[in-house]
């Protein structure tokens, strides 16, 4: 069965970056759209951004437009996520999820996605 795992979460100081990996096994990627989820204690989960699989379209929320960098590579099979000007608020679990809608062409933000990973802790220290 097809899995995917997080990886790349860890403990920076605020104003640090970290690059979060979401690497499938046993499927491909090529027809899935991918999202990175956040979900901190007592919150809400939240979309950080998604990515779909034809032509690498992108959507951030709002929260991390212009520090967040989504990106795939369908060689590797892998979606990555570059975090960069962390800021305590980004602290959370981080969880990827794979949607096969409309074939991944289509991405979106909210959470009804089929797939996730088990996800990676990111802490962000003041």
């Known amino acids: 069965q097809g899995q995917l795992v997080e990886s790349g979460g860890g403990l920076v100081q605020a104003g640090g970056s970290l690059r979060l990996s979401c690497a499938a096994s046993g499927f491909t990627l090529d027809y899935f759209a991918v999202g990175w989820f956040r979900q901190a204690p007592g919150k809400e989960r939240e979309g950080v951004s998604c990515i779909t699989s034809n032509d690498g379209s992108t959507k951030y929320g709002d929260s991390v437009k212009g520090r967040f960098t989504i990106s795939r590579d369908n060689v590797e099979n892998t979606v990555y996520l570059q975090m960069n000007s962390l800021k305590p608020e980004d602290t959370a679990v981080y969880y990827c999820?794979?949607?096969?809608?409309?074939?991944?062409?289509?991405?979106?933000?909210?959470?009804?996605?089929?797939?996730w990973g088990q996800g990676t802790q990111v802490t962000v220290s003041s």
């Open positions: 999820a794979a949607d096969p809608t409309a074939l991944g062409r289509v991405c979106r933000l909210t959470t009804e996605y089929d797939y």
